[in-house]
């Protein structure tokens, strides 16, 4: 990081993620793996912050870590408090090896119901080792909250200063497409009332996304990350490159995003202010997409003082064009433009091709059988798409995602999940009964998914809409460019087309002030 550029534009934290640990506890305690860290934790935290770096690590909140057995997690179940005598001695350990950062994942055997609970304690536990090494805090990360149902983002924002609220991301579109949808759920419109009994207890996918558009939820979502506390949409896959053929040969699939997907996933993160988490291989990130990563103007956004979270303030199914605006420090606004169009246009619907796809209304796939592969984008019915074109959405989605060979619809709610049945069952997969749902399956050669075509110049975007008056000369720069796009008053219009999956993202200026772009920033 510190030779790359990374340390320089602002990316600070150094952490391991899981099985850094010997699998057993030694005298009672968890210590580094002696072949990966033979000099343990505290010797490579005091190298990490010779590089003018700071250091995070990983634990879990069970009895074992999500990739590791037991014995190596914290163990604070709630029938444990107040005691949970294992993870006060963690967290001492932890930070006597003076860590910056602590990840708490959620595995092996604890009570989800009460989760927020075990975590607290271990918050407590954390604060009061921190105060006793007298040094600086340490970032709290509790991976594992926000799957509850009514979210609890006010404990959230009390106990912790990041926090997972929804699926982990994987390599491909779809997965990034469904966390922007639940980032922008229930907006512009969200449901009125309160949460039906569906929407209680622990939820991913489909459902959460749903649950997420009622008003109660998405109001408390939007009001409580700022200053000390954060949403974490999960990490960047910017930069990522293909496996190795070491790791190829191991049964591993590293898929990697085109560079308009890596922007529209930087630009929407940079956004929502979360926090910007990498995983590849620094030594190997491609030009542009450390390009990407560095660029100053967009971590200026990402970074900027406020702390805000955007609004999606306009959305259309039919085009899948997304608009989202962050007011900013000082009174400028960052717009992004997202066409998440997955629809070719001349694709074969589903119904229309029996020797491609079998559908089954009434039912949905095993998620034993069919593991669920990703999220199509919300190809909402409120916007005007028919039930033909929403099932198209979906099948395109399934044939550009790799491990698709099913899905499941639901026209009604707006949903779709894909799901990859193995080899043996695809033709012939296992049911459950799923009334409003229509299952499809792959009975053919699964055949290339057509592109989807870039959406044209020419938007027009009211800029009263960001929050400027109809006679207010506002100066437009384009982020991804780092160049003005000129002056607007009343109607800003995109100067350049959308390819698909991409984004045109902007940082708007009253030009008086502004007449040309802030260096500082």
């Given amino acids: 990081m510190a030779a790359s550029g990374l340390k320089d534009a602002g990316y600070e934290f150094v952490a391991l993620d899981d099985c850094w640990q010997a699998p057993k506890r030694v005298n009672g305690r968890v210590v580094a793996d002696p072949q990966l860290f033979p000099s343990g934790i505290k010797a490579l935290a005091a190298y990490v912050h010779s590089k003018g770096l700071k ?22 179940d709630f029938q444990n408090i107040p005691a949970c005598t294992q993870a006060k001695q963690d967290m001492e350990d932890f930070v006597s090896w003076d860590i910056d950062h602590i990840k708490v994942d959620g595995c092996q055997g604890f009570d989800s119901a009460h989760q927020n609970a075990s975590y607290a304690i271990v918050g407590s536990f954390l604060q009061d080792a921190v105060k006793k090494r007298g040094t600086g805090p340490v970032v709290y990360h509790p991976s594992n909250l926000g799957f509850e149902y009514p979210r609890q983002f006010r404990e959230l924002a009390t106990i912790a200063n990041q926090w997972r609220f929804f699926n982990d991301v994987q390599d491909s579109w779809e997965s990034v497409a469904g966390i922007i949808q639940i980032l922008g759920a229930g ?78 996933q930087m630009a929407i993160w940079s956004m929502v202010s979360a926090p910007l988490l990498l995983s590849a291989d620094l030594t190997s ?120 060979t099913a899905f499941n ?38 055949p290339p998914a057509p592109a989807p075509p870039p959406y044209p110049a020419g938007i027009r975007v009211p800029l009263a809409n960001v ?48 007449a040309t772009y802030h260096a500082e920033l």
């Avoid at 779709?416 to 049945?421: A, E, K, L, S, V």
Wanted: aromatic share 8%; net charge negative.
């Fill in 55 to 76: 250091f995070g690590l990983y634990t879990a909140i069970g009895e074992g870590t999500c990739a590791m057995g037991s014995d190596i997690g914290l163990g604070c």
């Fill in 187 to 264: 907006q512009p419109n969200c449901k009125p009332g309160l949460l039906p009994v569906n929407c209680t207890g622990r939820l991913r996918g489909d459902q959460s996304l749903w649950c997420a558009k009622y008003c109660v939820e998405r109001d408390e979502f939007l009001r409580v990350p700022g200053k000390g506390g954060w949403h974490d949409p999960d990490m960047l896959l910017v930069g990522e490159t293909p496996c190795s053929a070491a790791a190829t040969k191991a049964g591993m699939k590293c898929s990697v995003l085109p560079l308009v997907e890596q922007e529209t």
């Fill in 285 to 404: 990130i491609p030009n542009n997409s450390m390009a990407l990563l560095t660029n100053q103007e967009a971590l200026a956004i990402n970074q900027d003082s406020l702390g805000r979270m955007a609004f999606r303030f306009y959305s259309n199914g039919t085009s899948g064009i997304d608009m989202w605006r962050k007011d900013l420090a000082g009174g400028d606004v960052a717009l992004a433009i997202v066409n998440m169009n997955t629809n070719a246009g001349n694709a074969t619907r589903p119904s229309n091709n029996p020797k491609m796809w079998a559908s089954t209304p009434g039912k949905i796939y095993s998620d034993d059988e069919c593991p669920n592969v990703g999220i199509a984008p919300d190809c909402n019915p409120r916007s005007g798409a028919s039930r033909d074109e929403m099932a198209a959405c979906c099948e395109i989605a399934c044939l550009g995602n790799e491990g698709c």
């Fill in 409 to 446: 619809f639901n026209y009604n709610e707006g949903h779709c999940n894909m799901r990859g049945c193995s080899s043996s069952n695809a033709a012939n997969p296992t049911w459950q009964d799923g009334p409003s749902w229509t299952g499809y399956h792959l009975v053919g050669p699964k």
């Fill in 467 to 514: 929050g400027y008056a109809f006679n207010t000369g506002v100066l437009a720069r384009n982020v991804l460019k780092k160049a003005d796009v000129g002056v607007f008053t009343g109607t800003f219009v995109t100067p350049d087309p959308i390819p698909a999956h991409g984004v045109l993202w902007f940082r708007l200026a009253y030009s008086p002030q502004y």
